[in-house]
């Protein structure tokens, strides 16, 4: 994942700033030009608030000219685009809130979804959904039609639960079958864009109401287009990995693991260098009578700071296996540094999982950076 400030630094103030600029020649943009110094220390949701809030400090008319402003500056040059969009959608969401007039509000919804093809206008509608949710809602679900792509994408990410870098919507949260007529319209949308953001969606909702997900993940196997069974499988992968049995079922996994023979995690290595790697192999026995299909999964247990451990888990291969018949799996995990996960030296540990059922479990020892 790039670092805050290769996404919104100097370069995306001083871009704002110029397009702002090109459409208010009049604006001092006195407060963005200091925002623009003090990004640094920021995370990238600070980072874009300060620039949210130095843009409503330097334009401080009423919703109409600010509005105004933003589409000149969105059909002018310096090109408007990229990670200043984040920015300049929060302040369109809050000026239209600050108005409390509903033609603010509308109006803000479509210049959201005129910018979103830009970046993403995802993370500023939330702070509309949770002014007004049913008008926000009602406005989305018009959006599923659009000939847009970005949209109906917008349409989907913007509602989902669990958006990341996002904060959450509380009707959202409270009611999750409120966002199913989104998905619901969408499921065979034509774009691996809008597609991948239904699944996403869904994968949200498994964390809330998993018996919700199976019954719409069904609906849609029901109704399919050629593109279904992928969209459910990643929709369903949460789920899959707990071992919900209505997920296991609904993609045609052996509903118990119990007939299934494991020997490993076996580790090539029990001491490992701090940004190397763990390799392991695996043997997978089917020793029931009828073929068993599984989704076998590894589970990294992780020393935290304060000791205890903590698992993440990962994919490893789905396979259907013949009665008695035996594979052999290998995988090399990586503990390079990442700028999304703080790795503590220490005991850590590969388990196997087979349908959700944890199978077979080894210790290693990541040592401490040099």
Known sequence: MPFADELIGDHTAKALIEAIAAAAPGAPLTTLRTAAGEL???SLRERS????????RDLPGDYDAFARTIRAARDGLPPFSGW????VTGAIAAKAIDDGGADAFDDA???LAELTSRLTSEFAIRALLDHDFDRALAAVLTW???PDEGVRRLASEGTRSFLPWAKRVPAIMADPRATLPIIN???RDESEYVRRSVANHLNDLSRQQPEIVVEAAAAWLSEPDENTPRLVRHGLRTLVKKGHPGALGLLGFTPAAAAIGVVGPALAATRIPFGGTVGFTATITNTATVPATLAIDYIVHHMK???SQSGKTFK???MTLAPGERRQLSREHSFREITTRRYYPGEHAIELQINGVASGRSEFTLLAAL
């Open 40 to 42: 640094a220390p920021l």
């Open 49 to 56: 608030d300060l620039l949210r809030d130095a843009l409503l």
């Open 84 to 87: 200043l969009i984040w920015p």
């Open 109 to 111: 919804m479509a210049v």
């Open 144 to 146: 599923t039609a659009s």
């Open 185 to 187: 319209a969408l499921y």
């Open 305 to 307: 700071a304060n000791g």
């Open 316 to 318: 490893l291969t789905t």
